[in-house]
């Protein structure tokens, strides 16, 4: 479905950026994957799909970085069809508590960066009149937890920031998503349960089962493949007048 398309996911090194580069690159897309850590890892997992893989390590919080690679993207494959801006951290702190710093962090990796790679991939997909950008918001761009201020204020910006571009490009083959996950076991969500685990004295497993408890009814993680798919329906034809829509995948 993708074959000779190019699809950029920022934050691809792990988790669901992973996923859904996986998934891209399973229906034919070229990958520019994007994000810290490991590299050679996941750049052979989607290699290994028969897709070519390139890589830039821009910073989502600088966004010089951002235009860098937006121009690399375009040097290597001639244009990006598919963005997905999926690059996210998190702090967990009561607003009185929460560092200004983590705050600052957490806005420019979650938010900003959406908005910079967005304005200039736009372009070129409009030149097209075709194009796909997926952003990775969270049930937290819908409803709040507690101690989670900057998270949960950047992922409800996101999902604004999604509908105006849905809307703005509303007559072309342009298209603006947000996909709004309950919990997945990535590295991201681990640190909370080890949190837990420690604050409570209590077993992996039963941390787990306290988090998913409070907030999932289906008592189980939604994995980064499941997200992968609703990123592909995204990008088919059957979603060709899906615009601006928040979408859970929460159980
Ligand atoms: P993860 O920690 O596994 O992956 C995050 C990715 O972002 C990594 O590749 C990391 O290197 C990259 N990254 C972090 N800071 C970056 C920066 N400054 N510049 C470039 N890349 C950077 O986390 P995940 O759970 O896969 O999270 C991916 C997205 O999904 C995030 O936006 C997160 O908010 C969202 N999300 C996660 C969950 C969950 O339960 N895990 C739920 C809802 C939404």
Not at 172 to 177: K, L
Request: aromatic share 6%.
């Amino acid at each position: 479905m993708l074959k000779g398309k190019t699809a950029l996911v920022t934050g691809s090194t792990s988790g669901i950026g992973l996923g859904i580069a996986k998934a891209l690159a399973g229906q034919g897309a070229n990958i520019v994957l994007n994000g810290f850590g490991d590299v050679e890892g996941p750049k052979s997992q989607v290699q290994s799909l028969g897709v070519k893989v390139a890589y830039h390590g821009a910073d989502m919080s600088k966004p010089a970085e951002i235009e860098n690679m937006m121009k690399f993207a375009a040097a290597q494959f001639g244009r990006v069809d598919v963005l997905v801006n999926n690059a996210g951290i998190q702090h967990v702190a009561r607003v009185e508590d929460f560092p200004p710093e983590k705050w600052d962090a957490i806005l420019a990796i979650n938010l900003s960066s959406a908005f910079h790679a967005t304005r200039l991939a736009l372009p070129a997909m409009k030149a097209a009149n075709w194009g796909r950008i997926i952003n990775v918001a969270s049930v937290h761009g819908l409803v709040a937890s507690a101690e989670k201020a900057a998270y949960v204020a950047a992922k409800h910006g996101l999902v604004g920031f999604t509908k105006v571009t849905a809307l703005e490009n509303a007559t072309t083959g342009v298209t603006c998503n947000a996909i709004c996950p309950g919990w997945v076991l990535t590295p991201l969500v681990q640190k909370q349960v080890d949190a837990r685990a420690a604050a409570a004295g209590c077993s992996d497993e039963e941390a787990k089962r306290q988090l998913l408890g409070e907030k999932e009814p289906s008592l189980q993680f939604t994995t980064p493949e499941e997200l992968g798919e609703l990123a592909v329906f995204f990008c088919s034809p059957a979603a060709n007048n899906v615009r601006g829509v928040a979408w859970n995948m929460d159980r």
